[in-house]
């Protein structure tokens, strides 16, 4: 086909072609990009001195432009602060101040990426040179992109072309992966949401070891890695992580608090003497590992470098996901998320928890668009102190957690049955108290009894705008004592799930706190988020046997216990306590028969009450009367 077109002689192209044969014959050289009338250097040796003075020069210039444009930007941020008139009070003003400066200057790194990369804390003096090198290298490789042309593979390759400078978006802890896709358009086709950010992953240990530690990066890694895997990622739509503000993390904690926990060292240097001193004087502990935590016995781990910007981006992605999920910018969504939140205390950090993720978002939820009626449900194995006690006295916001309690025995201790709020917010705490241990292991069939009886009567009768759950997977297979003990299935957690969409129009938000088992929590979640897709499948379904089984004794007990205390407070509950002892199947039966009876019922009351109808006098009783009247 090329002998079919005319023949064509262009002199560029000849005087090319003919440069290139020469090169063939002999030594190669590489192209330089020629800035100068003076000829090129024949001397190899003159040649490549030449290059690496380029290199140089261009790498000054890349450099001086870097930080000429650097304090632009800081100067034009700092004029913009000094110029605004925030409507904040003035002990804020100074705070949010800082927090701005951080996020400037992490807008200025990732636009400065092509000639500068960020580096991560290093352990030792032979890491922190290996990435020394490796930076150096990766400039040089990026200052060389403009000079040095590809190399042509054939007559048909562009001569012009160059190599595309290398360069980094984000400085990831080791392990993970940079494709997280960054798509914050709604899809069409797909009204689920998933919250995550990488930033999460950095809050770790200092000692290194993660097997060290039950609360890690691998969980939410290999959350992730699942959902990606089976191709669930691609069919939701994916929210862009934002750090949550210190106003919004101080809905729900002290100030001084906030502010320790929600600062690293440097931005804590910058406050006024003012601020320091309302920062509470928390002493950090050595751990076993050698790395620094809040408390030896429950293995609270804490990074100075990197926990505070991940313990907010965990709230700024619960709270962004619950207010698109509220306003019906999605139907439903799953923040993944850590650390967890729902032990962290207004003023304590406990349980890996620093800030209560799930309860800032209730509080935003209830400032911003006025929601009148919030659902919580925690159906982690442990029970959420810290949210029962910031919605003790709250009647706009119902609580109901189903945890191991064993007579406060288990962690935290807190969360009897007999805890049902104050003031304004009695009857709305509502706790499902399991007890006896693990004599038999709590699973499927006592969860389904939950639900059935409490659960699911008390959260229609409360009518939520909007549903959020503690999605803890921490009472699932492959937990140890005291980490959990249970057995619900990924099916039961499903089940949960598939029950709670039936309410609020099916704004459901679930949070990640607990689940420590990789296998567990990745079956769990995958599972969970099927069926907020929609794609209910055979596989989180129950057999038959999990249907017939009846809970055990300690579980029968409970619930009892539970539905005599919040039948005080509610009136569908009190005739479910005879559900309690059946199984799921014989539970079934039981209501349908009932709903039957009801029904009859009902339609005798109706005709009961219908007026009779009158019966015709006889026509001679009425002529004789009218007689007597006209007499």
Same mark, same amino acid.
């Given at each position: 086909?090329? +002998?079919?077109?005319?023949?064509?002689?262009?002199?560029?192209?000849?005087?090319?072609?003919?440069?290139?044969?020469?090169?063939?014959?002999?030594?190669?050289? =590489?192209?330089?990009?020629?800035?100068?009338?003076?000829?090129?250097?024949?001397?190899?040796?003159?040649? #490549?001195?030449?290059?690496?003075?380029?290199?140089?020069?261009?790498?000054?210039?890349?450099?001086?432009?870097?930080?000429?444009?650097?304090?632009?930007?800081?100067?034009?941020?700092?004029?913009?602060?000094?110029?605004?008139?925030? %409507? =904040?009070?003035?002990?804020?003003?100074? #705070?949010?101040?800082?927090?701005?400066?951080?996020?400037?200057? @992490?807008?200025?790194?990732?636009?400065?990426?092509?000639?500068?990369?960020?580096?991560?804390?290093?352990?030792?003096?032979?890491?922190?040179?290996?990435?020394?090198?490796?930076?150096?290298?990766?400039? %040089?490789?990026?200052?060389?992109?403009?000079?040095?042309?590809?190399?042509?593979?054939?007559? /048909?390759?562009?001569?012009?072309?160059?190599?595309?400078?290398?360069?980094?978006?984000?400085?990831?802890?080791? +392990?993970?992966?940079?494709?997280?896709?960054?798509?914050?358009?709604?899809?069409?086709?797909?009204?689920?949401?998933?919250?995550?950010?990488?930033?999460?992953?950095?809050?770790?240990?200092?000692? +290194?070891?993660?097997?060290?530690?039950?609360?890690?990066? /691998?969980?939410?890694?290999?959350?992730? *890695?699942?959902?990606?895997?089976?191709?669930? &990622?691609?069919?939701?739509?994916?929210?862009?992580?934002?750090?949550?503000?210190?106003?919004?993390?101080?809905?729900?904690?002290?100030?001084?608090?906030?502010?320790?926990? /929600?600062?690293?060292?440097?931005?804590?240097?910058?406050?006024?003497?003012?601020?320091?001193?309302?920062?509470?004087?928390?002493?950090?502990?050595?751990?076993?590992?050698?790395?620094?935590?809040?408390?030896?016995?429950?293995?609270? &781990?804490?990074?100075?470098?990197?926990?505070?910007?991940?313990?907010?981006? *965990?709230?700024? !992605?619960?709270?962004?996901?619950?207010?698109?999920?509220?306003?019906?910018?999605?139907?439903?969504?799953?923040?993944?998320?850590?650390?967890?939140?729902?032990?962290?205390?207004?003023?304590?950090?406990?349980?890996?928890?620093?800030?209560?993720?799930?309860?800032?978002?209730?509080?935003?939820?209830?400032?911003?668009?006025?929601?009148?009626?919030?659902?919580?449900?925690?159906?982690?194995?442990?029970?959420?102190?810290?949210?029962?006690?910031?919605?003790?006295?709250?009647?706009?916001?119902?609580?109901?957690?189903?945890?191991?309690?064993?007579?406060?025995?288990?962690?935290?201790?807190?969360?009897?049955?007999?805890?049902?709020?104050?003031?304004?917010?009695?009857?709305?705490? &509502?706790?499902?108290?399991?007890?006896?241990?693990?004599?038999?292991?709590?699973?499927?069939?006592?969860?389904?009894?939950?639900?059935?009886?409490?659960?699911?009567?008390?959260?229609?009768?409360?009518?939520?705008?909007?549903?959020?759950?503690?999605?803890?997977?921490?009472?699932?297979?492959?937990?140890?004592?005291?980490?959990?003990?249970?057995?619900?299935?990924?099916?039961?957690?499903?089940?949960?799930?598939?029950?709670?969409?039936?309410?609020?129009?099916?704004?459901?938000?679930?949070?990640?706190? +607990?689940?420590?088992?990789?296998?567990?929590?990745?079956?769990?979640?995958?599972?969970?988020?099927?069926?907020?897709?929609?794609?209910?499948?055979?596989?989180?379904?129950?057999?038959?046997?999990?249907?017939?089984?009846?809970?055990? %004794?300690?579980?029968?007990? !409970?619930?009892?216990?539970?539905?005599?205390?919040?039948?005080?407070?509610?009136?569908?509950?009190?005739?479910?306590?005879?559900?309690?002892?059946?199984?799921?199947?014989?539970?079934?039966?039981?209501?349908?028969?009932?709903?039957?009876? *009801?029904?009859?019922?009902?339609?005798?009351?109706?005709?009961?009450?219908?007026?009779?109808?009158?019966?015709?006098?006889?026509?001679?009783?009425?002529?004789? @009367?009218?007689?007597?009247?006209?007499?």
């Amino acid at each position: 086909m090329m +002998g079919s077109l005319p023949a064509f002689k262009d002199p560029n192209t000849c005087a090319i072609a003919q440069g290139m044969s020469q090169r063939m014959m002999g030594p190669v050289h =590489r192209p330089l990009v020629r800035t100068r009338s003076e000829p090129l250097p024949t001397n190899p040796s003159q040649q #490549i001195q030449q290059l690496h003075q380029q290199q140089r020069l261009l790498l000054q210039q890349q450099q001086q432009q870097f930080h000429h444009q650097q304090q632009q930007l800081l100067q034009r941020h700092k004029a913009k602060q000094e110029a605004s008139n925030f %409507k =904040r009070l003035h002990n804020n003003r100074v #705070i949010e101040r800082y927090v701005e400066e951080d996020e400037e200057e @992490e807008a200025v790194e990732q636009m400065t990426d092509v000639v500068k990369v960020k580096q991560e804390p290093v352990d030792s003096e032979e890491e922190r040179i290996r990435l020394q090198q490796e930076q150096e290298e990766l400039m %040089k490789q990026q200052s060389l992109g403009p000079l040095t042309p590809s190399t042509p593979t054939g007559l /048909g390759d562009d001569l012009n072309s160059i190599h595309k400078p290398i360069s980094r978006t984000k400085s990831l802890p080791p +392990g993970t992966s940079s494709t997280f896709p960054r798509n914050d358009q709604l899809r069409n086709d797909s009204t689920t949401g998933l919250a995550f950010d990488q930033q999460m992953l950095k809050h770790q240990c200092s000692c +290194g070891d993660n097997s060290n530690h039950p609360e890690h990066p /691998g969980r939410l890694q290999s959350i992730w *890695a699942r959902l990606q895997e089976r191709g669930i &990622v691609a069919e939701c739509h994916q929210l862009h992580g934002r750090k949550g503000t210190l106003e919004e993390i101080q809905s729900c904690h002290s100030e001084g608090y906030t502010l320790f926990y /929600g600062t690293n060292n440097l931005n804590r240097s910058r406050l006024d003497s003012s601020k320091l001193a309302i920062i509470p004087r928390l002493n950090f502990t050595y751990l076993p590992c050698g790395g620094l935590g809040v408390d030896s016995d429950n293995d609270t &781990v804490w990074n100075d470098y990197n926990s505070s910007g991940a313990v907010k981006m *965990a709230v700024g !992605c619960v709270i962004d996901l619950a207010f698109k999920v509220s306003t019906g910018s999605l139907k439903n969504g799953f923040a993944l998320v850590r650390p967890p939140g729902h032990h962290a205390e207004v003023s304590q950090a406990m349980g890996f928890c620093f800030f209560n993720n799930i309860a800032i978002a209730a509080k935003q939820l209830r400032k911003e668009l006025k929601l009148n009626k919030i659902l919580i449900v925690d159906w982690d194995v442990h029970h959420g102190n810290s949210t029962q006690k910031l919605f003790y006295d709250d009647q706009h916001v119902l609580y109901i957690s189903l945890h191991r309690h064993d007579n406060g025995n288990f962690f935290p201790g807190t969360g009897a049955s007999d805890e049902c709020g104050c003031g304004d917010g009695l009857g709305f705490n &509502v706790n499902i108290a399991w007890h006896g241990g693990l004599d038999p292991p709590l699973g499927d069939a006592e969860y389904l009894a939950a639900f059935r009886t409490i659960v699911m009567p008390l959260a229609r009768e409360f009518s939520p705008d909007v549903v959020l759950v503690s999605a803890g997977f921490d009472a699932a297979p492959g937990h140890p004592n005291p980490l959990g003990g249970y057995e619900v299935s990924h099916a039961g957690f499903a089940y949960m799930t598939r029950q709670l969409m039936t309410l609020a129009g099916g704004r459901v938000v679930l949070v990640l706190e +607990g689940g420590y088992d990789l296998t567990s929590i990745c079956d769990a979640a995958e599972a969970c988020t099927m069926v907020l897709l929609g794609k209910d499948g055979p596989e989180l379904q129950f057999s038959r046997e999990v249907m017939e089984r009846r809970p055990c %004794k300690n579980a029968v007990l !409970c619930l009892q216990k539970t539905v005599q205390i919040q039948s005080e407070f509610w009136t569908s509950v009190r005739n479910k306590a005879n559900l309690a002892a059946c199984s799921a199947s014989e539970a079934a039966d039981k209501e349908h028969e009932e709903t039957v009876n *009801a029904m009859a019922s009902l339609s005798m009351q109706v005709k009961q009450e219908q007026p009779a109808e009158e019966e015709p006098m006889d026509a001679e009783i009425i002529i004789e @009367e009218t007689q007597a009247d006209t007499s």
